[in-house]
């Protein structure tokens, strides 16, 4: 067991099956409680503006739809989902996905006010491809991942990740790096936390 739960330890390996990623030495948090800027961007933007938000920090559209294919594992509450789910049905989402989402979503009651549904709709417990693959057949569950197949900025990385396990594992790991080196705090600035969730006592 760890004593500590932290993502920032020098020594951490961050694994995913057969993927592993050696991570650069700690990086700091803030040590404050005050709410920090957030760059990532909504789920519900077009391709092109949700971009800019990766750009503006250095990353590049394939450095953005390599960490999108991070949903591979994971849910979005349904909150998230009331663009896809409302109004009239868009015409180029699978319409089995659109059933099932509102479905999901419809349930909701009061013991379970906010339901999830899975963002890979084939192997929702595994990390790999199979997100883009769901993607292609247009089966994104959030909206800004049922536009990577579609905008012409994005379909080619989603195109290349679809067909290659290999490549998506590798780029994964560089983009994370990358990621966690953008405004790294140095000196006194910040701490390394031993709970990321909360600050030092």
């Known amino acids: ?3 500590h739960y932290s993502t920032s330890h020098p020594r951490l390996r961050c694994s995913f099956r057969r993927t592993v990623l050696r991570c650069s030495n700690g990086k700091k948090g803030r ?4 709410r920090g800027p957030s760059y990532l961007p909504g789920p519900s933007l077009p391709v092109a503006q949700a971009f800019q938000s990766f750009k503006n920090k250095g990353m590049t559209m394939d450095d953005m739809v ?7 594992v994971g849910v979005s509450h ?3 989902l009331l663009n896809r789910i409302s109004g009239e049905d868009d015409p180029t989402a699978d319409p089995a996905l659109v059933a099932k989402i509102k479905g999901i979503c419809g349930a909701a009651n009061d013991s379970n006010p906010d339901p999830t549904v899975f963002l890979d709709q084939g192997t ?3 990390f790999d491809i199979e997100f883009f693959r769901q993607v292609r057949l247009k089966r994104g569950v959030l909206k800004i991942d049922h536009e990577l197949a579609k905008d012409r900025l994005s379909r080619r990385s989603v195109s290349r ?3 290659n396990a290999t490549l998506f594992a590798n780029r994964f790991g560089q983009a994370m790096v990358k990621m966690g080196n953008i ?3 140095v000196g006194n600035a ?3 936390r031993k709970n990321c969730r909360v600050i030092n006592p």
């Open 66 to 72: 390599t960490l999108l294919g991070a949903h591979t």
């Open 1 to 3: 067991m760890c004593r």
């Open 161 to 163: 990740f679809a067909s």
């Open 78 to 80: 349904c909150v998230f």
């Open 190 to 192: 910040g701490e390394i």
């Open 124 to 126: 929702s417990f595994a």
């Open 31 to 34: 040590s404050g409680l005050e």
């Open 183 to 185: 405004e790294v705090l």
